[in-house]
């Protein structure tokens, strides 16, 4: 009778490329199912930084028009500029910070009965100015820039414009302020 046929023997160099070749199949799979959901995590982590997602969003508190209450106006006296923080609700990426201050203005009633009103940020350097009553007017305590009481800055003041002045209105009693922030350094008035 004849012998059966016996498989080939089997080198010990197939062994490692077998191996190698069940490795590297492991690795491109287990790679391809977890790049998937990472992907997905790292989206939803960084949703609130992508830009169609956070529009330039107002803080809430104001009214349709941006105008933020402030103060009645039966509590202003002519004269003396009084400074007022602006409350809202603000908001950022991930946090809601609710009643907080997000600036101050200055409001100053004249003689007249009209209201001045004013961003309490130096344009030059960002500083927050204050009235001084002996000086007749604002002091910005960085670099001296001085102010006059109609916020047109003096001539030796090393502020670039004049402080910048802010929209109000008056509805039931009540002044509203559309408060906004200004870049600062420049000559000309953009808002931020």
Known sequence: MSEPASKPATTPKDFPRRSFLRRALAVAIGGVTGIV????G???FLNPLRPKVQAKQRPTGSDAEGFYKVTALDSLTSGTP???PIIANRKDAWNTFPAEPIGSVYIQKTADDKLRVFNVTCPHAGCS???????????C???NSLFAMDGV???SSPSARDLD??????????????FMNFRIGIKEKHAQ
């Open 129 to 139: 100015v204050d009235f001084h009553a002996d000086k007749q007017g604002f002091l």
């Open 82 to 84: 009084i400074s007022f």
């Open 141 to 143: 305590p960085c670099h």
């Open 153 to 155: 800055h003096s001539a």
């Open 42 to 44: 790292l989206a939803s």
């Open 165 to 178: 002045s802010l929209e109000y209105k008056i509805e039931n009693g009540d002044v509203l302020v559309k």
């Open 37 to 40: 959901p990472a992907i997905v």
